[in-house]
């Protein structure tokens, strides 16, 4: 909407122009501090301060008083106080050749040549103080032509808002060539090389700074830094320290110059990489620096540079992959990390098969592109903090970080070789591409990168002497060991599946009577090649590899049932016992799932005992013991500590959990009678857990002795070889039905 005080043709001509101008020139820039639009004015002045005072006199020594009546074209502007349009006639496109009328908000300075923004602030102060009179002044400005236009400018202040009304004096102007440099040059060679100057007067904490200043840091022109406390939180923190530490030895004297590079904040929260270069200018009597300036440079598109080309040094050109310099620095890294905690790590070379052939037989250019998509597929094996590079024509190394247990790198080294396995396309054929893995353990097979490197080559050989598309350790032993880890987490994992899993049944007795009045389940697992594997070899890698959860399950479903046909058949009272990993009773649906096995079992309330070991009542895991109390009462389970007296609860605390049993550790039982010490303790269990009203079962016995002083003891119920080993379904079944048990 057009503003009432706009006129749409500008004011005749006026030939006070000229006078009016130098004379303003003259006061200035004190007099625009204490103007009437002070926070402009300030601005103005410091922001082009000096070097814009500077110039704009330059140029008005240089210049002819205009002749307005010849003006032509001509607009009219409204602006605010920061000199933002609110409103331009149209002319102001043509008046400087620009493809579209500017957008309101548009700073007027935007055009105007280097240190003409302070005369006008100036101008439209005095027209302000003068209620509104009109002040003329001519202004440069910038044409997108490239060249300047000179405008001779009638200036009147409307309220908050300024009205410029604008008439173009003559052509084109080119700057005349004064035999020395003028302002305006230096202005254009800052702007052309992206350089601003900066001057700061330590005294009073202030910086006076050239008005390129605001176009680096994308301000609008006016708005630019003012202290150097200011500037200081522009700069980047992680830069800081080097800024305060360059300008201490200047000013120490340990530097005649300041060179430093930093970044700075821009205004739309860009950083910029600036090489800030300066000196003393300015001393006290006492040698005390009063003044420092300098140049600021842009060094962006430097340091851009800079970090393509190290990028390029870390980097191979053809995968993309770090190359060997990178590896062998993150390798350096995860060995210093690893021997600070005392822990292993790993590096692995791999090695493409026949890859020579493979050369041969479809040539480079498509070998290059089969070694990219294989440098891909290996790539996704990887986690974070693993990395992958490429050592040689069709070689990779992986160094795996500290704390890298040497399964978890056969582990990967297995994945890396499965990763190619699916068909590669290469010159329209997929032929089979395989790896052959060699893994180095830190420590064991070197301390250092070079070593470590050395030690995979040589299991590399050994795994390639072995056939295509195979791993192996350094160290022989270390090898084995992994390796069937790694085949029995691979193969825990269908064992249910395939009808490999079994129960066995460990019958309990009651001492007094040598009647069996229940069973502890133990899992079995026989394997077609591997035999049967014992449960202390594959619990722990199914807990490691979150396979108990669904084992746990198992077991507990196809105890229940078989119990429940025992009770139903032989024995009413038949007590099942199972036993229960501390990982599994941080499964959130672990109390539903025994709620649900008994139900589905019809299993008699109160028959089933789960058998936890001591540390999961001793841990602090408030939420272990909620899922027992809830077992307890949702469940109405029974709970038993197991392999008791080998943890560290004590007496006292039994009387705060939620135990019914407790289960004397077999290495107690082993040597009573004749060990006084060991008969001690378990005498001492079981009337402890008499006069808490806990019942106790020993485990491990083997003797008719053993079981004669538990009974001596007061000891309820026992179990061990000595009485029954496990045994599977049948053979119990047939124990139940021949009911008098027989000791050892
Ligand atoms: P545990 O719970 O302490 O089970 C008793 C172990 O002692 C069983 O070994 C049993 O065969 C053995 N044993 C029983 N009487 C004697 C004896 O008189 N002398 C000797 N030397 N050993 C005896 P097993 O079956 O190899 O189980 C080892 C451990 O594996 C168990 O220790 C238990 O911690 C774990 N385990 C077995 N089955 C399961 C299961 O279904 N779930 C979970 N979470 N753990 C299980
Ligand atoms: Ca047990
Ligand atoms: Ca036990």
């Excluded at 920061?82 to 409103?87: F, G, I, R, S």
């Excluded at 084109?172 to 090389?193: C, E, K, N, W």
């Excluded at 300036?293 to 870390?314: C, F, K, P, T």
């Excluded at 032929?431 to 040589?458: F, H, K, N, Y």
């Amino acid at each position: 909407m057009p503003d009432a005080h706009a006129p749409s043709l500008l004011s005749p001509p006026n030939r006070r122009v000229g006078a009016l101008v130098l004379s303003v020139g003259a006061i200035a820039p004190a007099a625009l501090l204490t103007g009437p639009w002070p926070a402009m004015a300030a601005a103005a002045a410091s922001a082009a301060g000096f070097f814009a005072a500077l110039g704009w006199l330059a140029r008005e020594r240089n210049r002819p008083l205009g002749d307005m009546g010849t003006s032509t074209p001509r607009c009219t502007v409204h602006c605010d106080h920061a000199l933002a349009l609110t409103q331009a006639s149209p002319a102001l496109r043509t008046m400087l050749g620009l493809s579209e009328v500017p957008a309101r908000g548009t700073s007027f300075a935007t055009w105007l040549a280097p240190g003409a923004a302070l005369p006008l602030a100036d101008a439209i102060g005095r027209s302000r103080a003068g209620g509104g009179a009109g002040v003329s002044l001519r202004l440069r400005m910038r044409h997108a032509d490239n060249g300047w236009r000179d405008v001779d400018t009638r200036v009147r202040a409307v309220g908050a808002r300024a009205v410029l009304e604008c008439a173009v004096v003559g052509r084109r102007v080119r700057a005349p060539a004064p035999d020395a440099l003028t302002a305006d040059d230096l202005d254009l060679a800052l702007d052309g090389a992206r350089c601003a100057l900066w001057d700061a007067d330590l005294d009073t904490g202030t910086m006076r700074l050239s008005p390129q200043w605001s176009r680096l840091l994308g301000a609008v022109a006016g708005q630019t830094v003012t202290t150097m406390h200011e500037l200081a939180q522009r700069v980047h923190s992680e830069d800081l320290q080097d800024v305060r530490s360059a300008w201490r030895r200047v000013l120490k004297g340990e530097d005649p110059q300041c060179r430093v590079e930093h970044r700075v904040r821009c205004d739309d929260g860009r950083w910029l990489w600036i090489e800030s270069l300066g000196r003393v200018v300015e001393r006290a009597a006492d040698g005390r620096v009063l003044r420092m300036s300098g140049v600021a440079i842009d060094a962006s598109e430097r340091r851009q540079a800079q970090a393509q080309l190290a990028d390029l040094a870390l980097h191979d050109p053809l995968t993309d992959l770090p190359n060997r310099a990178l590896l062998t620095d993150r390798i350096t890294q995860s060995i210093a990390q690893a021997a600070r905690h005392g822990e292993t790590m790993a590096v692995l070379v791999l090695d493409i098969d026949r890859f020579g052939h493979f050369n041969a037989l479809y040539g480079h250019a498509a070998c290059d592109a089969l070694l990219c998509e294989i440098a891909d597929r290996l790539r996704q094996v990887l986690c974070h903090g693993e990395t992958l590079a490429r050592v040689g024509g069709d070689k990779f190394a992986v160094a795996l970080p500290a704390a890298t247990a040497p399964e978890r790198a056969a582990g990967v080294a297995q994945q890396l070789i499965d990763a190619l396995a699916a068909p590669i396309r290469v010159a329209g054929e997929a032929p089979a591409v395989s790896a052959c893995v060699g893994i180095a353990m830190c420590p064991v097979d070197g301390q250092e990168v070079a070593t470590l490197l050395r030690s995979a080559d040589i299991a590399l050989a050994q795994a390639k002497a072995v056939g295509p598309g195979q791993m192996q350790f350094c160290d022989p032993q270390v090898s084995a060991r992994a390796r069937r880890r790694l085949l029995i987490e691979r193969e825990l994992a269908g064992a249910a599946a395939r009808g490999e899993l079994w129960i066995a049944y460990q019958p309990v007795f009651e001492v007094a009577s040598q009647r069996i009045v229940g069973a502890e389940a133990l899992l079995r697992w026989t394997h077609p090649q591997l035999g049967a594997i014992e449960p202390g070899e594959f619990i722990p890698i199914a807990e490691a590899c979150g396979l108990i959860n669904p084992l746990g399950r198992w077991t507990l479903d196809w105890a229940c049932t078989q119990a429940r046909a025992w009770q139903a058949a032989l024995a009413p009272d038949f007590r099942l016992a199972v036993n229960l990993s501390p990982l599994q009773l941080r499964d959130p649906g672990l109390v539903d799932a025994v709620c649900a096995a008994l139900q589905r079992t019809s299993l008699a309330p109160g028959s089933l005992v789960l058998e936890v070991t001591e540390s999961v009542f001793v841990g602090d895991e408030p939420q272990a013991l909620d899922t027992l109390r809830r077992l307890k009462r949702e469940a109405a389970a029974q709970l038993a500590i197991d392999d008791f007296g080998c943890g560290y609860s004590t007496f006292g605390s039994l009387r705060h959990l939620p135990v019914d049993r407790l289960k004397i550790d077999r290495s107690f039982v082993r040597d009573i009678p004749a060990n006084a010490a060991d008969a001690a303790i378990v005498r001492a269990i079981v009337s402890v857990a008499g006069a808490l009203g806990l019942d106790v079962t020993a485990e491990g016995v083997e003797t008719a002795e053993q079981l004669e002083c538990l009974a001596a003891m007061g000891c309820a119920h026992a179990q061990g070889h000595g009485l029954a080993r496990p045994m599977n379904a049948d053979a119990l079944t047939a124990r139940l039905e021949h009911v008098v048990p027989r000791a050892a």
